[in-house]
């Protein structure tokens, strides 16, 4: 640990499970899908371009609802937990997530990427300006920079999207001399591979889950169990070696 200096640290639903968010798999159903009381859609039907071209009322239906639970939940000690390694960790740090809620900037996070974008954010079509946003958006949104209606879009990275930031992250990953992931399944593209960009370039790597992950032989640590628990336990002993 004392050769330990740059961090990245990766995170995706599970860590925000205790915080009352549903992982993706739980979200209907057990299925990866959203269930709307009257029908469950396959999440790829709401989460892509295609689908927001076809059908922007049921894509900005599942967004606003998403959003509108932001209000009734708070940061975790997993998150809080982060938040104190960023402030204290005298080394480079960066937290990239997938998650597309704000707890991690809640809790205090400032060396963060959402590398999905953000539930809280608008993107206009017209002047691609991206903006602060908050309670329902529905598809007569009008952009605050622009004045146009309709043309506004959840700022959020669909499938088949470029996440945002990948070089800054990239040079993160292959400068670290510790790769750690904490709530990932570990199904999804680019995020899954960043363990093994991590390794390649010599960095330790941890995984920190409720279970072992799809790419979990990929990490030379796999700590199972809840984050609120393992993160700050493993925060503290981070921070005690240094
Ligand atoms: P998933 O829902 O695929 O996986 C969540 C992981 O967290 C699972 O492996 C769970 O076992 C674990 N988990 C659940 N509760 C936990 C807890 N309390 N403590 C620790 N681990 C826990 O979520 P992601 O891997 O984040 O993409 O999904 C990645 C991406 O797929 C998302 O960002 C989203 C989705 O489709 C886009 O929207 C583009």
Request: proline share 6%; aromatic share 8%; with cysteine.
């Amino acid at each position: 640990m004392a050769e330990i200096r740059n961090i990245v640290i990766l995170t995706g639903a599970g860590i925000s499970q205790e915080s009352g968010l549903p992982t993706f798999r739980t979200m209907a159903n057990g299925e990866m899908g959203w269930d709307t009381g009257l029908t469950v859609h396959p999440l790829e039907d709401v989460a892509t371009p295609e689908a927001f071209a076809r059908n922007p009322e049921l894509v900005h239906k599942f967004y606003d609802e998403r959003r509108a639970k932001l209000d009734a939940v708070a940061p975790n000690e997993a998150h809080r937990a982060l938040a104190r390694l960023d402030a204290e960790w005298p080394g480079e740090l960066l937290l990239v997530t997938q998650n597309v809620d704000d707890l991690h900037e809640r809790a205090g996070s400032k060396r963060l990427i959402q590398m999905h974008g953000e539930l809280a954010s608008g993107w206009c079509l017209r002047c691609n300006e991206r903006f602060g946003w908050t309670g329902p958006m529905g598809e007569r949104a009008g952009c605050p920079n622009c004045g146009t209606t309709g043309m506004v879009r959840p700022d959020i990275v669909w499938f088949g999207e470029m996440p945002y930031e990948m070089e800054r992250i990239d040079e993160a990953l292959r400068n670290c001399d510790l790769f750690v992931s904490i709530g990932t399944s570990g199904a999804v593209y680019p995020a899954a591979g960043f363990v093994q960009t991590a390794r390649y370039c010599g960095a330790a790597t941890l995984e920190m889950n409720l279970e072992p992950s799809l790419g979990s032989i990929y990490f030379d640590e796999s700590r199972t169990g809840p984050a609120s628990e393992l993160v700050p336990e493993w925060v503290e002993q981070i921070l005690a070696a240094t």
